[in-house]
């Protein structure tokens, strides 16, 4: 059975950092890209950052590029995100999923991600 644990959100002022982790089990974690989502209330959900399994190419959404860093560590099953600089408008609940391959989808294209996981809050408060 595959499983997305996503971890590490919470309450953090604004221009302060976060790491959230994503634990995944249940297939071979180095044959899937992964990518990071998030949805605040009243809003759709946006696609943020992926990683790619094949050669760590990674992709972020302008939104967060150049404050956000994604990374994988394969002999821990679990990617990684890099929060500094945070901003209110930030503030979302965080979701990681999976690709089905190696090569990350395109960040709008979140349907295409198949596995999710549970979710993470995170809040920036000004």
């Known amino acids: 059975e595959v499983q997305l644990q996503a971890s590490g959100g919470g309450l953090v002022q604004a221009g302060g950092s976060l790491r959230l982790s994503c634990a995944v089990s249940?297939?071979?974690?180095?044959?899937?890209?992964i990518g990071w989502f998030r949805q605040a209330p009243g809003k759709e959900r946006e696609g943020i950052s992926s990683?790619?399994?094949?050669?760590?190419?990674?992709d972020y959404a302008n939104s967060v590029k150049g404050r956000f860093t994604i990374s994988r560590d394969n002999a821990k099953n679990t990617v990684y995100l890099q929060m500094d600089s945070l901003r209110p408008e930030d503030s979302a609940v965080y979701y990681c999923?999976?690709?089905?391959?190696?090569?990350?989808?395109?960040?709008?294209?979140?349907?295409?991600?198949?596995?999710w996981g549970q979710g993470t809050q995170v809040t920036v408060s000004s």
């Open positions: 990683i790619s399994a094949h050669d760590g190419s990674t």
């Open positions: 999923a999976t690709a089905p391959g190696m090569v990350a989808p395109p960040l709008s294209l979140s349907s295409v991600y198949d596995y």
């Open positions: 249940g297939f071979t974690f180095t044959d899937y890209a």
